[in-house]
């Protein structure tokens, strides 16, 4: 509990380009329905961002701005949560320091989204500050004492560690952090237009939730359907095609219908495309609207975003001191 009695999530996006659907049904979601029962806390993960983009920081900037209108079209009310930025709260960083001083390399190195990701980021090498970044979510989540972390599956390995971590420094010195849990969603793991199983902004197979009509459209259409369906009436199956898995996840009344006609093949990956575009649309009208509102008066959003920065400073100063304290490092 904090000092307006409830409970409070942490949860972040790292700010590499727009969001898309499976954020929104693997945390942003959650992050909505959770804003007036939690004191719910939002990052701009711009400092995790750079662990792959080190070499284009300018395109972080931009991003930034994009990722925030996400959520603010998402239906993040900026009234109930608060939307921050990492790297101007530096004390998340001195946290950082110190909770690697007791993570194993070993640890990081065997995190399979860590490994999953380096095979994927592009980089040459395995950088210290990529491998480290569970550390740096772990200060994330502790700089503010969080104890709920809504977030997809691929998050799990490094709740984990924040919670191992968090431990680590109850034992070692005295107990400051509450354990963290996280908070799973129905759908942790949404499935990219190309099958890959991870819709993600860095694959390029992710259809944005900024999409006007037309690009969804257009998504919809070049997505993978079941590679064994080759004529509208072969019998298909719906479990390895990535149009149904967004039936499922987003027209969950529909969708047995759909299964039922696939696998006999009595409907055709065309029309399946057509009503499955008609239900994402019917999703972000809303977001596109909110968008519009709020991306003509950038200064309102950064205000909502300085407001925000300056709370959660206010709360890193305060926990940092009791860090400080704990571990004796509190000199004058
Ligand atoms: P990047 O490719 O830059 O890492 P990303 O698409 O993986 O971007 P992140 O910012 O790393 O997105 O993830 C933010 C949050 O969104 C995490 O909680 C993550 O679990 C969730 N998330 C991302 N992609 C998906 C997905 N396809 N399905 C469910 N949840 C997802
Ligand atoms: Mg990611």
Redesign the pocket.
């Known amino acids: 509990m904090n000092q307006v009695g409830k409970e409070r999530v942490l949860?972040?996006?790292?700010v590499?380009?727009k969001?898309?659907?499976?954020?929104y049904?693997?945390?942003?979601q959650n992050r909505v329905h959770l804003q007036n029962k939690y004191d719910t806390m939002i990052l701009l993960?711009d400092i995790q961002?750079l662990t792959?983009h080190f070499e284009r920081p300018e395109s972080i900037s931009v991003h930034l701005r994009e990722v925030a209108l996400d959520y603010l079209a998402a239906g993040v009310d900026p009234n109930q949560a608060t939307i921050f930025v990492q790297s101007m709260v530096p004390e998340i960083a001195e946290l950082t320091v110190f909770f690697s001083m007791f993570v194993t390399v070993n640890a990081l190195r065997h995190n399979p989204t860590v490994k999953a990701?380096s095979k994927g980021s592009g980089l040459d090498e395995l950088y210290y500050g990529f491998l480290g970044y569970p550390v740096s979510q772990a200060a994330d989540i502790a700089f503010c004492k969080a104890t709920v972390v809504?977030?997809?599956?691929?998050?799990l390995p490094h709740l984990e560690l924040a919670r191992k971590v968090t431990r680590r420094f109850n034992e070692l010195y005295r107990p400051v952090f509450p354990e963290p849990r996280a908070l799973i969603?129905d759908?942790?793991?949404?499935?990219?237009t190309d099958g890959n199983a991870?819709?993600?902004?860095?694959?390029g197979n992710?259809i944005e939730l900024a999409s006007s009509s037309e690009e969804l459209a257009l998504k919809v259409r070049r997505a993978v359907t079941d590679p064994a369906r080759v004529r509208k009436h072969d019998p298909g199956h719906p479990e390895v095609c990535p149009i149904y898995a967004y039936h499922k996840v987003f027209g969950a009344d529909q969708a047995p219908e759909i299964r039922e006609n696939c696998e006999r093949g009595t409907i055709g990956c065309t029309e399946c495309k057509r009503r499955i575009t008609l239900t994402l649309d019917l999703l972000l009208e809303p977001m596109r609207e909110r968008r519009a509102r709020y991306a003509g008066k950038p200064d309102l959003v950064d205000e909502i975003l300085i407001v925000g920065t300056r709370r959660a400073r206010g709360i890193a100063k305060e926990t940092l001191a009791e860090v400080r304290e704990a571990m004796g490092l509190d000199y004058f």
């Open positions: 949860t972040g996006d790292r590499t380009g969001l898309h659907l499976g954020h049904a693997g945390s942003l993960a961002a792959t990701e809504p977030a997809g599956e691929d998050q969603s759908s942790p793991r949404l499935v990219g991870k819709m993600s902004k860095s694959l992710a």
